[in-house]
């Protein structure tokens, strides 16, 4: 958990993104600003998946990587990702990463302390005293962040919610949001499976989880 929040705390402090994006600009300026954005190895976003990102930019929702889908590469599926990089969130983040770095301190403090304790029996004596209220400050702060990731990603839900009320998908086919505190990801439920697949059937799925992206790219559209 450490780890997920020292990455968020320098995406959101430092700016460390792929899309960074004004959703107020029309759609002409956006496809403009579109072009201008690579990844960490110089590369434009991919044809395939360019008119995803500009229309959910357009709807307000931010994204941060794409990918059109490569066989041999990844999960072999179109995907885009979402970081929720409000100042509230960022407040947030830092800090549960200024508790972390307490609790650090915390448990070094209690070591030079009681060197004859081992670590089991200085969490038995001392948890609840010095411990427990940062884990609940901590359990506090995660659902607040939880909140503020909903309230980003309600729209979307509500678009694939509308989405699929009238198409019919396979189940492996359906798009989806995946993530938990960190990124989130908008793609194809059976995407992870594609590991599991001949390179005839990775194909095959591939295409199916494309077409299932552009339906929706399509469908959003509306909503503009």
Not at 51 to 63: F, P, S
Not at 68 to 77: Q, R
Not at 94 to 123: F, G, H, I, N
Not at 129 to 149: A, C, S, T, Y
């Amino acid at each position: 958990m450490k780890k997920i929040y020292v990455l968020l705390f320098l995406i959101l402090q430092m700016g460390l993104s792929f899309s960074t994006l004004a959703t107020s600009l029309d759609e002409e300026s956006l496809r403009k600003e579109v072009e201008t954005w690579t990844d960490g190895l110089g590369l434009p976003i991919d044809e395939g998946i360019k008119e995803t990102v500009i229309v959910l930019n357009l709807l307000g929702l931010k994204t941060y990587q794409s990918c059109e889908g490569h066989l041999g590469e990844g999960d072999s599926a179109p995907w885009v990702t979402f970081v929720v990089d409000t100042p509230e969130k960022g407040k947030l983040i830092a800090d549960s990463y200024a508790l972390m770095e307490r609790e650090k301190e915390v448990q070094s403090a209690l070591a030079a302390k009681y060197p004859e304790l081992t670590y089991w029996e200085r969490m038995e004596r001392f948890e609840d005293d010095f411990l427990v209220p940062l884990w609940d400050e901590q359990h506090r702060i995660r659902e607040e962040i939880e909140k503020v990731d909903g309230q980003f990603l309600h729209p979307l839900h509500l678009y694939l919610e509308e989405f699929y009320e009238k198409r019919q998908s396979s189940y492996d086919q359906r798009l989806m949001i995946e993530g938990s505190y960190e990124i989130y990801s908008l793609m194809s439920v059976g995407a992870t499976r594609q590991i599991l697949r001949t390179e005839e059937q990775k194909e095959q799925k591939l295409l199916d989880y494309q077409e299932e992206m552009r339906a929706f790219t399509e469908f959003l559209r509306t909503k503009i």
